[in-house]
């Protein structure tokens, strides 16, 4: 059992910028694809930004620009990097391994609260 711990959240001011981690207990990044999701207050979880075991990234329209997901193999650690952050990014976010369709590993998430 593989775990995954988020860090990095906060409160930020719009135009600001936060790095989330997340952490995993096992080498896993470097096997599976590893995701960013988010779920904001009252809407659907929404995927942000993966990176798949070759180190190809993709990322949501809304984000486009303004994050970057990437990752470190040897602390097994996949980053966020979130730029020029507007209120509409507030959300818990969340890191997910998907193994195979209907089971992953997810975090407990962190929260990203964008404001003035």
């Known amino acids: 059992q593989v775990q995954l711990v988020e860090s990095g959240g906060g409160l930020v001011q719009p135009g600001g910028s936060l790095r989330l981690s997340c952490a995993a207990s096992g080498n896993i990044f470097s096997i599976y694809v590893t995701a960013w999701y988010r779920r904001a207050p009252g809407k659907q979880r929404e995927l942000v930004a993966e990176i798949t075991r070759g180190g190809v990234t993709t990322y949501a329209d809304s984000v486009k620009g303004r994050f970057t997901i990437s990752r470190d193999n040897a602390i097994n650690t996949v980053y966020l990097q979130m730029n020029s952050l507007i209120p509409e990014d507030t959300a818990v976010y969340y890191c997910?391994?998907?193994?195979?369709?209907?089971?992953?590993?997810w975090g407990r998430g962190t929260q990203v609260t964008v404001s003035s």
């Open positions: 997910t391994v998907p193994l195979s369709p209907g089971v992953a590993y």
